[in-house]
C-alpha cells in the first residue's frame, strides 16, 4: 500500500512585520491538525520557517486529495481568525480564495506532496524556504542529482549512476502545467539551459531513472499569477527522498553551503544569498537573507521519528556567517543593476506607474544635418 507524504504551507500572518509567526499561531494549527487529522492522517509536523507554517502530513489517500487538503486549508482558516485577533501582520497572507474548493493548488498555499513504496527503511527530508522563490531550489537540485563533482553517488552507484529524470514547469504559463521532462545526464545542457532561469523554469520533481522512483517534490505556485498582484514571495517547500537509490542526506545537503543568490529579501524584489537556518528561524536582515530549513526525518508505516534538525549543526555557523557577509556586500549597491530583480520580477507596481509616467517625457533629438546625409 503507498504512503502519501504532502507539505501544504501558508503564510498567515505574522510578528513585527514578516518576521515569524507567533506561539499562538503555530499552536492553534498544530491543534486544529492533531484533532481534525484524528482517523485521516497516520501522522504529522508543523513548524514554521520565517513567517510561514508548514504542516508535514502522511496518509493513504494518495497526493491531491479532497480531504487533506481541506484539512490544512481548515488549520490555516482557523490560524487565521488568530492572526486577526492578535493584529498580526499580513493575517491570512496566502489565502487568497474565500471559499475552498477540493485542492489548495492555485488557492495561495504552497504545497509539496508524493505517493511512494515505502523502502523498509525511509530517510526524508522536508525543506522550507521563505522571502524567495521555487526556482531556488534549482540550484541545489542539479548539484545534487545531476552533478558528479557534488555527488560521488553518480559515480560509485551503479543505479544512480543511470541518472534521473528532471521534470520542469514554466511557472508563467498560467493557462494550465506546461512542463517538460529531461533526463540527467543525457540532457545535462539543455536542463542547465532551463534552470538558469529560476523565475521562470522551476524543477517540478525529480525520478531515479534505474527505477522510476520519485526522489522530489517541489511546491511550484507563483501567487502574483494567482492574485493578479503582488501577495508576498511565493515561499517554496520541498520534500527529497535520501539514500539507497537517491543521493545520500550530504550529497543533498551540500549544495547549501554556497549560499546562492536567490530572487527574495526586501519586497520580494532583490537579489540575496540563500542562509541555511535551524528550523523555527525568522527573518531579520532587510527583510531576509532568504532562508531554507531542512528537517530529516525516518518513516515506518507513515509514522514519523522526531525531526533532526539538518542546518543546526556547527558547520552551518560558517555557512551563514559567509551568507551575511555576501548579503551585506550586495545590498552596498542598493537599488542598482544585479541587487535588484529585473522589471518583470518586480513585485511592486509603483515603479512601473513612475516609469510610464515619464515615457511622455522623452523625445528622440533630431540628428544634425551631416550625419542625416551620411545615413
Ligand atoms: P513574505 O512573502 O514572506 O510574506 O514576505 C513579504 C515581503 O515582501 C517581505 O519584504
Ligand atoms: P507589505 O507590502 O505587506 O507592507 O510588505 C512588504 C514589507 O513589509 C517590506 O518590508
Ligand atoms: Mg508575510
Ligand atoms: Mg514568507
Known sequence: MKTTLSVIKADIGSIGGHIAPSQRLIDTVREHVAQQGRGLLLDHFVSHTGDDIAIVMTHRRGAGHADIHQLAWDAFVAGTAVAREQGLYGAGQDLLKNAFSGNVRGMGPAVAEMDLDERPNEPFLFFAADKTDPGAFNLPLYLAFADPMNTPGLILSPKMGQGFRFTIMDVNHTQGDRVIELEAPQDLHAIAALLRDPERYVVESIHARATGEQAVAVATSRLHNIAGKYTGKDDPVMLV??????????????????????????????????????????????????????????????????????????????????????????????????????????????????????????RVRSAPAQERAAA
Open 241 to 362: 527522498r535520501t539514500q539507497m537509490n537517491f543521493p545520500a542526506t550530504g550529497e543533498v545537503l551540500a549544495p547549501y553551503a554556497h549560499g546562492h543568490y536567490v530572487a527574495g529579501g526586501m519586497r520580494g524584489s532583490h537579489n540575496m544569498p540563500l542562509m541555511p537556518v535551524r528550523q523555527n528561524t525568522g527573518t531579520s536582515y532587510f527583510d531576509g537573507p532568504p532562508l531554507v530549513s531542512c528537517a530529516a526525518f525516518a518513516m515506518h508505516e507513515g509514522k514519523l521519528t522526531e525531526a533532526l534538525d539538518c542546518f543546526a549543526h556547527p558547520f552551518w555557523d560558517e555557512v551563514r556567517s559567509r551568507c551575511a557577509s555576501k548579503a551585506m556586500e550586495m545590498r552596498r549597491q542598493g537599488f542598482f543593476g544585479a541587487a535588484m530583480l529585473p522589471m518583470g520580477e518586480l513585485e511592486y507596481t509603483g515603479i512601473v506607474e513612475t516609469l510610464g509616467a515619464l515615457e511622455g517625457r522623452f
